[in-house]
């Protein structure tokens, strides 16, 4: 994890090109592909997209749909050894949830 002012933009570790980029692609798709090894670069790809595209027609569906997401994963097709398109969900956080205090 980094700290925040070593990878603001104009920095040799950005990881945004201006403030105007929310989302920290290269450590979300970096995230995705660890916390999903058996899924394919594709479906990953397919689970980036579906965060970092709001869905809904007001801010709070889009909240609830992305809070949903993080929380239960996002739901991707994957074409499975069978040839057979699924629905899988990609996890999104690691679920290893402690607190600051350590209880």
């Known amino acids: 994890m980094a700290h925040g002012p070593d990878i ?7 990881e ?13 798709r970096d995230a995705l592909s660890r916390l999903n090894p058996d ?5 990953l790809e397919n689970a980036f997209r579906k965060l970092t595209r709001p869905e809904g027609a007001d801010l709070v569906q ?17 074409r499975d050894g069978d040839g057979a398109i699924r629905g899988v969900q990609a996890r999104v ?8 205090n350590g209880v």
């Open 8 to 14: 603001v933009p104009e920095t040799p570790a950005a």
């Open 16 to 28: 945004r090109a201006d403030y105007g980029e929310v989302v920290l692609s290269t450590s979300l």
């Open 39 to 43: 899924l394919p670069a594709e479906t």
């Open 62 to 78: 889009r909240n609830r749909t992305l809070h949903r997401r993080l929380v239960d994963g996002v739901t991707v097709e994957n």
């Open 93 to 100: 956080i690691d679920g290893v949830m402690t607190s600051r």
